[in-house]
């Protein structure tokens, strides 16, 4: 089994109210086995671990075990809002025989003053803060879309600044909304590497198959479209995908009410097939992931477009995107399906 990262579930409800959220698509079924009474101990060794503790220390042992080099600290608050949570963690990766050394956390920035990047640095080992943007250009709007509170908003330029002076990697998360419709590609790269992007991740966005959720309604109004639509018979105004026109270019040319051949007349807009197109026009391929997906070289920023959220594998061998440890104590290889525990 080859396995590109762990994520650490912190739980607790969050201080903002993101109008994508994932985590709030659907109930948790996890039952909260990592107590705030016995995380608030200091142990030593494994052997003194209670129970529940024991059995969420076997889990990060278990990824170790399988290759897994890399934490990704995430969940369905601020990581930040529950720093007991983060101890744990830090002080059961110092206890396996070879601590996980790449640690990211995301986050959408909030709580990260001056004092707690430091703690996050030196205390939890992070190594990595990814940055969840819902908006790159216009700092006020950014903050609506993700319902952060009035007194919690700061700076984002400035933070940025912070996260690189104090030897962090930065990595920019931009989610593929309309916000960013009447937005040439070139810009979106401009403004992350202004910013002091290292790394940037693209993010097209999905609502749950069936979902009813509130954010699963927004999702499906505002994801950025994967790709234009163009007019294929102009007496019907028909309309189809543009990988639809090209499986289908034969068919189109004989008809007289088709689109001329060669000839793009699509809704104007940003797409994530323009994105992708721009990324492998100016980029340069660098390498592919466990999982399938190329990283790219793109102004000095390694770029990934994540046009599958919840990808899983290649289809080729047993490659895991992720596996996931729940507050549970358990290892699951899907945020979405309770039956995808494997551990």
Request: with cysteine.
């Amino acid at each position: 089994m080859e396995v590109q990262s762990l994520s650490i579930c912190v739980p607790g409800k969050c201080v903002n109210n993101c109008a994508y959220c994932v985590s709030q698509m659907h109930e948790s079924p996890y039952q909260d086995r990592v107590k705030t009474e016995l995380i608030e101990y200091t142990y030593s060794t494994p052997a003194e671990l209670p129970r529940a503790l024991k059995d969420y220390y076997k889990r990060l042992k278990f990824g170790r075990d399988n290759g897994t080099n890399s934490i990704v600290i995430t969940g369905s608050c601020e990581p930040l809002q529950h720093k007991s949570f983060l101890r744990m963690f830090a002080s059961l990766n110092g206890m396996l025989p070879s601590p996980y050394l790449s640690i990211d956390l995301q986050t959408t920035g909030v709580f990260l003053t001056d004092a707690n990047l430091d703690w996050l640095r030196d205390e939890i080992g992070v190594t990595t803060i990814a940055l969840s943007i819902a908006d790159i250009f216009d700092r006020q709007r950014n903050f609506d879309l993700q319902v952060v509170p009035e007194k919690l908003r700061f700076n984002i330029v400035d933070l940025c600044d912070k996260i690189r002076e104090k030897g962090f990697t930065l990595r920019l998360c931009l989610n593929l909304t309309d916000v960013y419709k009447d937005c040439p590609p070139e810009n979106l790269f401009a403004a992350a590497h202004q910013m002091g992007a290292e790394q940037l991740v693209l993010r097209q966005m999905f609502a749950e198959t069936g979902g009813t959720t509130e954010k699963d309604n927004w999702i499906r109004e505002h994801a950025l479209p994967v790709e234009p639509l163009i007019t294929v018979n102009y007496m019907t105004g028909e309309k189809r995908p543009v990988s639809w026109v090209f499986q289908h270019a034969s068919e189109l040319i004989g008809n007289p009410c088709s689109i001329v051949h060669g000839e793009r007349r699509g809704d104007k807009g940003l797409t994530v097939w323009d994105i992708n197109g721009y990324i492998r026009e100016r980029g340069k391929a660098l390498d592919i992931l466990p999982y399938g997906a190329t990283r790219y070289s793109v102004h000095g920023m390694s770029t990934v477009l994540d046009d599958s959220c919840m990808a899983q594998n290649n289809g080729t061998k047993q490659t895991l995107r992720y596996l996931v440890l729940r507050e549970d104590g358990r290892l699951y290889s899907r945020w979405d399906d309770i039956s995808s525990l494997l551990f």
